[in-house]
Antibody, heavy 117, light 107 residues
């Protein structure tokens, strides 16, 4: 079964840092673009970042450029999102998803990040 | 950035009836459009890619159409499990962008 499972969310003060992880299983991880998306409480979906299958190309939404870094470790089938200089408007459920070159085919259940003092 | 606009914001429909959801792009996205369904407390689920190609396991009562800037998701014979929020997403340009969602609720 194709699955992705996020971890690493939590409460962090404004200006703080957090690293999210996503464990992938059931598919050849190194063959797929992978992405992070988020959903603020009661709001819609927002694409955050994607990384190419070989890790050589990354894309970010403007609001996180320079603060977030996406990476992958194909030896461990793991996707990561390093988040720094966190702000209140980064508060959201963060989803890991298979895909992003086009569609987001498989989504994890999400991990909640709350930025608050 | 391509802005995706969905209408209506909320659609009240009785079980067994048809629901028609619209999605408009601020510029042409060709057929590079996906639809997702999200139920409360759950992750989104892919319904369609290429505007009209059903994802695996999606029932035939769901249909998608359109190209360019105008797209439609139709649910025929709504069942209880179909009451949810539906999002469209374009993948013609970066950044990938979503509509704000249409909530389909029980009338």
């Amino acid at each position: 079964e194709v699955q992705v499972l996020e971890s690493g969310g939590g409460l962090v003060p404004p200006g703080g840092s957090l690293r999210l992880s996503c464990a992938a299983s059931g598919f050849t991880f190194s063959d797929y673009v992978m992405s992070w998306l988020r959903q603020a409480p009661g709001k819609g979906l927002e694409w955050v970042s994607s990384i190419s299958a070989n890790g050589g190309t990354t894309n970010y939404t403007d609001s996180v450029k320079g603060r977030f870094t996406i990476s992958r470790d194909s030896s461990k089938n793991t996707l990561s999102l390093q988040m720094t200089s966190l702000r209140a408007d980064d508060t959201a459920i963060y989803y890991c998803a298979q895909g992003g070159a086009m569609i987001f085919a498989v989504w994890g259940q999400g991990t909640l990040v709350t930025v608050s003092s | 950035e391509i802005v995706m606009t969905q209408s209506p914001g909320t659609l009240s429909v009785s079980p067994g009836e048809r629901a028609t959801l619209s999605c408009r792009a601020s510029q042409s996205v060709a057929s590079n459009l996906a639809w997702y369904q999200q139920k409360p407390g759950q992750a989104p689920r892919l319904l369609f890619s290429g505007a009209s190609t059903r994802a695996t396991g999606i029932p035939a009562r769901f249909s998608g159409s359109g190209s360019g800037t105008e797209f439609t998701l139709t649910i025929s014979g709504l069942q209880s499990e179909d009451f949810a929020v539906y999002y469209c997403q374009q993948y013609n340009n970066w950044p990938r962008t979503f509509g704000q969602g249409t909530k389909v609720e029980i009338k």
